[in-house]
C-alpha cells in the first residue's frame, strides 16, 4: 500500500543508559486533533488519523491520514480533507473513507484507495460486514437475513465487487454440524453459532465442539473460495487432561452486556491466530480447577494453554502454563472480564492476562516459537486510573502503574517496559510536570511506543 513516500526526519535521541528512534513528533490544535492510532501487522506500519472530534452520527471527521514505517518514512494517504468513517481491510492493502454527508446523517458515498490510490466517490448498493480489499461479504440465509440459525438455515454467501458494485450471492455447504453437538460434546447454550475469518482469496467458517468434560475442544475452519466452493476443512484438537477448559475475554466468541446482565457465547472457549508468514496457527486459552458451561460465568483460572500448529494442520508442540497469583489471577472471577490475548513476535510468542475489575493484574508469559517452552515471565498489579482526562486521545491507557509514576498507561506498555529496558527507562525519564498517556503496538521487530500529552502533541518511538 505504501508507495511514494516523503522523507521525515529521523530524531534520535540519546540518553545516558538508552537510545531510542523517534519516528515522528506533532504539534496539534482543536481544529486537527489525534483520533485515532491504527496499527497494520502485516506492513508494520502505524496509521494517524487526525481531524475533528464530533458527537454525530456519522463520527468524527478526518482530514489527514499518515502513514509511518519504522524506517521514520510517512506517507499521507489524505491530505487536508473533509471525511469520515474510515475502515482498513485485514489484508491491510486498501480501506474504505466516505464523504462526510449534509446534516447528522449517516454516510451515503465512498472512495476505496488500494495501493494508495483512490477511486472516485461511489454509493454502495448495499452494506457489507467484512472486507477483502475489493470486495465486501455478507453471510446470509434463505430469507435473505444476516442472523443466521446454523441448525436449520441455509448458508449463502454474498460477494459485493467493490468497483462494479455488483453482487454476487453463491450457497455454501455447511460444515458438517453432527461433529459440533452429539453424545460426547457440551450443548451450545443459545443454539450452534461461527464465526467468519477473511483472508486475501479465501474465507474462513469458524466453528468448536467442547467436550461435555471440558478437558478438550476442537477448533475446525471450514474454508471457501470467493465463488462459495470449499476448497478445505481442517481441525485444531486442544485438550488439557489434568484441567478442564474455561471461557474468557479472548476474541474468539461474542461477550454482550445488557445492564448488569452479561451473556458469553460457546466460541470463547478459546481463540486462535495464524502468522501470516509462515501459515502456523497457535489455538490459545485459559484452563481452571471445575469445568462449567458459558451459563455460570465465575469461574477461578488457574493457567494458559497455546497449540502450535503447521499450516497443514500438524500440531507442532503444545504449553500449558500454570500462573501462581493468588491475589489476581487465580481469584475467583467473573470470566468474560479476563482479557486474553496472544502476539507472535520474531522469537517467541507473547500470551498476557489481565483485568482490573477488581484487583488489578496483569500477568504474561513468554514462550519460544520452536519448540513452546518458557522464557521469561511476568505477574504485575496495576489499577484502573482515575486520572482519564476527558480528552484523552488515547482511551485504553487507562492503567497505573506503581514503578512509573504519574502516567497513564495501557497494558501492552506496561509489558513492554518489563520486556525491554529501554523502554522503562525512556517511561520513567519522560516528563512528570503533567500527565502523559502511552500507548504501545507490539510487532515482531520490536514495540511502537505513542506518547501525547492529549492537549497539543504526540510522538510516535520504534524500540527494536
Given at each position: 500500500m505504501i508507495k511514494n513516500y516523503y522523507f521525515i526526519i529521523l530524531l534520535l535521541a540519546s540518553f545516558s543508559n538508552f537510545a531510542q528512534k523517534v519516528i515522528a513528533e506533532v504539534n496539534f490544535s482543536k481544529e486537527k486533533v489525534p483520533l485515532e492510532f491504527v496499527y497494520l501487522p502485516n506492513l508494520d506500519h502505524l496509521v494517524v488519523q487526525s481531524g475533528q472530534k464530533t458527537k454525530k452520527v456519522y463520527g468524527n471527521i478526518i482530514k489527514d491520514v499518515s502513514s509511518y514505517d519504522t524506517a521514520g518514512f510517512v506517507e499521507k494517504i489524505i491530505s487536508n480533507d473533509t471525511l469520515v468513517n474510515c475502515v482498513?481491510?485485514?489484508?491491510?492493502?486498501?480501506?474504505?473513507?466516505?464523504?462526510?454527508?449534509?446534516?447528522?446523517?449517516?454516510?451515503?458515498?465512498?472512495?476505496?484507495?488500494?495501493?494508495?490510490?483512490?477511486?472516485?466517490?461511489?454509493?454502495?448498493?448495499?452494506?457489507?460486514?467484512?472486507?477483502?480489499?475489493?470486495?465486501?461479504?455478507?453471510?446470509?440465509?434463505?430469507?435473505?437475513?444476516?442472523?443466521?440459525?446454523?441448525?436449520?438455515?441455509?448458508?449463502?454467501?454474498?460477494?459485493?465487487?467493490i468497483f462494479s458494485n455488483r453482487t454476487q450471492k453463491y450457497k455454501l455447504e455447511k460444515p458438517n454440524l453432527s461433529r459440533l453437538e452429539n453424545k460426547v460434546t457440551t450443548t451450545y447454550k443459545e443454539g450452534l453459532n461461527f464465526d467468519v475469518r477473511i483472508n486475501e482469496d479465501n474465507i474462513g467458517i469458524i466453528t468448536k465442539s467442547i467436550n461435555k468434560n471440558y478437558k478438550s475442544a476442537t477448533l475446525y475452519r471450514t474454508i471457501y473460495d470467493l465463488s462459495g466452493v470449499r476448497i478445505n476443512d481442517l481441525s485444531y484438537i486442544?485438550?488439557?487432561?489434568?484441567?478442564?477448559?474455561?471461557?474468557?475475554?479472548?476474541?474468539?466468541g461474542v461477550i454482550t452486556q445488557n445492564g448488569?446482565?452479561?451473556?458469553?457465547?460457546?466460541?470463547?472457549?478459546?481463540?486462535?491466530?495464524?502468522?501470516?508468514?509462515?501459515?502456523?496457527?497457535?489455538?490459545?486459552?485459559?484452563?481452571?480447577?471445575e469445568g462449567k458451561s458459558a451459563n455460570y460465568l465465575k469461574n477461578i483460572p488457574l493457567g494458559v494453554y497455546v497449540f502450535k500448529f503447521d499450516k497443514r494442520g500438524k500440531q507442532v508442540w503444545e504449553s500449558t502454563q500454570e500462573i501462581a497469583d493468588i491475589t489476581g489471577f487465580n481469584q475467583l472471577q467473573e470470566i468474560q472480564n479476563i482479557q486474553l490475548s496472544l502476539k507472535i513476535r520474531k522469537n517467541d510468542v507473547l500470551v498476557s492476562v489481565s483485568s482490573v475489575a477488581n484487583e488489578g493484574y496483569l500477568d504474561f508469559i513468554i514462550l519460544d516459537l520452536i519448540n513452546g517452552e518458557k522464557v521469561n515471565n511476568g505477574k504485575l498489579k496495576v489499577v484502573r486510573s482515575d486520572k482519564k482526562a476527558e480528552e484523552n486521545i488515547i482511551k485504553t491507557a487507562e492503567l497505573e502503574f506503581s514503578e512509573i509514576q504519574n502516567k497513564n498507561l495501557d497494558k501492552e506498555t506496561i509489558i513492554a517496559s518489563q520486556i525491554n529496558n529501554e523502554i522503562m527507562l525512556y517511561l520513567k525519564s519522560a516528563s512528570s510536570n503533567k500527565r502523559l498517556?502511552?500507548?504501545?503496538?507490539i510487532s515482531k521487530k520490536g514495540f511502537w511506543l505513542v506518547e501525547t500529552d492529549s492537549l497539543g502533541y504526540y510522538k510516535i518511538m520504534f524500540f527494536s
Open positions: 482498513f481491510s485485514p489484508i491491510e492493502s486498501a480501506f474504505l473513507i466516505a464523504k462526510k454527508p449534509v446534516g447528522n446523517n449517516f454516510p451515503e458515498e465512498y472512495k476505496l484507495v488500494l495501493d494508495g490510490q483512490s477511486t472516485k466517490y461511489f454509493k454502495l448498493k448495499s452494506g457489507f460486514r467484512y472486507f477483502n480489499d475489493i470486495y465486501g461479504f455478507n453471510i446470509s440465509n434463505q430469507k435473505n437475513e444476516y442472523k443466521i440459525d446454523l441448525q436449520n438455515d441455509d448458508l449463502n454467501l454474498e460477494v459485493l465487487d486442544v485438550s488439557v487432561p489434568s484441567h478442564y477448559l474455561i471461557y474468557s475475554n479472548n476474541g474468539g448488569e446482565e452479561s451473556r458469553i457465547s460457546d466460541l470463547a472457549i478459546n481463540n486462535f491466530v495464524i502468522d501470516k508468514e509462515t501459515g502456523d496457527l497457535f489455538v490459545y486459552g485459559l484452563y481452571g480447577n498517556f502511552f500507548k504501545t503496538f
